[in-house]
């Protein structure tokens, strides 16, 4: 037994240092096999991907990674659009249940199991992951509410939380009190609901969603979060209640200008070519490639997180963001054509990147994906975040080859939206009754406990008298 397993591991050791070497072979403007090399590399991306996926998740809850819980909604909202784009239907079914799983008992993404610790950001993403299951056709859980009805709940959740009280308006970046992050408004937590609140109107033609994308953008414009005044525009990650939204942790990090971009792209389709849109677009790409595909890459065609990239210190966060930026670049490409010549050379040079950077092997896993895109070798980063961003920069030249735009309700007529009631499911943790259900059951036992325990003693002292 030993001894065969001792040979075991020694093929399993020839075969990995064989395999260090061979990159994903990405066939990038080959005209004869793009569409092919590039399916074959997500599904070699995705493999190691699902494995921490199963890994990582918390006593086997569906959807539940340990130490967060967001990570695996935007994993989510990346393998169905890479389904859409490739037609790989090897992990639909697992999507599909546990994106459902996560939309919680009252089907808001907002499950009392973890709602007390969330930011606005946290729940977002899923609502994100939501809105794309829609747009891609995913298939809806019978039964069940559609997937648009999930985006929407998350939506007027988050608009209830709209905060007038400081700045005159925005979302914070934390729900409650008690949170660190409570008095500060945040550019993802604001760019993300743009984002959602663009996507549902484009999706739903419902013009509640189009004034409300309105609305942010204006707010977001009069603060730090999105400053037009500046011929580079710029897009700081927050600023505080406290400085009345004056002030800006100006940190640059690639998604939080992806929500803005990537909203004004749907907006400007949405409202069949607006001038203002186009110009919010154009605007905000170039600041994109100006501050994230440095040219020293490839001749400035490799999505860098910069901020974190070069010394190797994103964490876990900071290493899924090129993932979702390089997904909504193609979006941007689909929406507003008269982007796509300038976005194409961008998305194809840092596909040709992922294909040398998923090179790593370990745990006897291989085509394991660093953060480093532009790095020819692999850089030894490892995990479901790396995995899930260079499936996002595979699966964005898979959405330009196959051209299929995000659909709309005439297109998927089954995601139409419904009235989800979360009407009860806002209650600040701390601010409610002294005491909750769960710990009156414990306060119950506890005195059960502690009688059984007076009786026994009595007990004892009458026999030993
Ligand atoms: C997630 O999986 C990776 C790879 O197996 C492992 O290194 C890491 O410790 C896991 N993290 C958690 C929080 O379980
Ligand atoms: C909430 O936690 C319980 C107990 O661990 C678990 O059984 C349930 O599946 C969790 N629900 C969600 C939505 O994660
Ligand atoms: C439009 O969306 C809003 C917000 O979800 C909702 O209250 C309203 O009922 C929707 N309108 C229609 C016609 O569905
Ligand atoms: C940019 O100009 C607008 C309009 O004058 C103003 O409301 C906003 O505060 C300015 N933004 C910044 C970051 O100074
Ligand atoms: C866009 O064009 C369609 C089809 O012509 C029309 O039904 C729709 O009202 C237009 N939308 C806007 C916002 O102008
Ligand atoms: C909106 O997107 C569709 C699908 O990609 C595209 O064909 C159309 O030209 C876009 N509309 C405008 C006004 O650019
Ligand atoms: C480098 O990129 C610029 C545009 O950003 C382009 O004009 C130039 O031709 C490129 N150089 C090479 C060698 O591809």
Redesign the pocket.
């Known amino acids: 037994m030993r001894r065969l397993q001792h040979i075991g591991a020694l093929l399993l050791l020839l075969l990995h240092s064989q395999r260090a070497y061979s990159d994903l072979n990405v066939q990038i403007g080959d005209a004869a096999c793009p569409p092919d090399s590039l399916t074959s590399a997500g599904k070699a991306i995705a493999e190691p991907l699902m494995v921490f996926y199963k890994q990582n998740q918390t006593e086997g809850i569906p959807g539940k990674l340990t130490d967060t819980w967001y990570v695996a909604g935007s994993m989510f909202m990346t393998l169905i659009q890479f389904w859409q784009a490739s037609g790989v239907e090897d992990y639909n079914s697992v999507v599909q249940h546990d994106l459902m799983f996560q939309a919680g008992e009252n089907y808001d993404f907002f499950s009392a199991n973890y709602s007390q610790w969330l930011g606005n950001d946290d729940q977002m993403f899923w609502g994100l992951a939501a809105i794309t299951a829609s747009e891609a056709g995913f298939p809806e859980v019978s039964g069940k509410p559609s997937w648009t009805s999930l985006a929407r709940a998350v939506f007027n959740m988050q608009v209830n939380r709209w905060d007038e009280t400081a700045c005159n308006g925005g979302m914070r970046w934390q729900i409650w009190p008690y949170q660190a992050g409570y008095t500060m408004k945040n550019a993802i937590s604001n760019g993300g609901l743009f984002e959602l609140s663009a996507r549902l109107a484009r999706f739903t033609k419902n013009e509640t969603y189009a004034e409300w994308a309105e609305k942010i953008w204006d707010w977001s414009a009069t603060t730090p979060l999105l400053n037009t005044n500046t011929s580079t525009w710029n897009i700081a990650d927050s600023t505080s209640n406290e400085a009345n939204c004056k002030d800006a942790g100006n940190n640059q990090w690639t998604y939080n200008y992806g929500t803005y971009l990537v909203g004004a792209a749907f907006m400007?389709?949405h409202t069949?070519?607006s001038a203002i849109w186009l110009n919010r677009v154009n605007n905000l790409l170039d600041s994109t490639f100006t501050r994230f595909f440095p040219a020293a890459y490839l001749n400035g065609t490799v999505l860098s997180e910069v901020a974190c990239e070069p010394i190797l210190s994103c964490d876990r966060n900071q290493l899924c963001f090129k993932g979702y930026v390089a997904m909504w670049l193609a979006f941007t490409a689909?929406?507003?054509?008269?982007t796509s010549d300038r976005i194409v050379p961008k998305l194809q040079g840092s596909a040709s990147a992922i294909s040398k950077q998923c090179s790593g092997t370990a745990d006897g896993m291989s085509n394991l994906c660093g953060v480093r895109w532009y790095q020819d070798s692999w850089d030894g980063s490892l995990g479901l975040e790396v995995q899930m961003s260079a499936l996002g920069g595979i699966t964005s030249n898979l959405m330009l080859l196959s051209?299929q735009?995000p659909q709309t309700i005439s297109e998927n007529p089954d995601a139409s939206e419904h009235h989800i009631d979360t009407s009860d499911d806002e209650k600040d943790p701390s601010a409610s009754d002294p005491i909750e259900t769960g710990d009156r059951a414990g306060a119950w036992i506890l005195t059960a406990i502690l009688a059984a325990l007076m009786i026994g003693a009595v007990a004892w002292l009458l026999k030993t008298q």
């Not at 689909?334 to 008269?338: E, K, N």
């Open positions: 400007y389709n069949n070519g689909l929406l507003v054509p008269s051209s735009s």
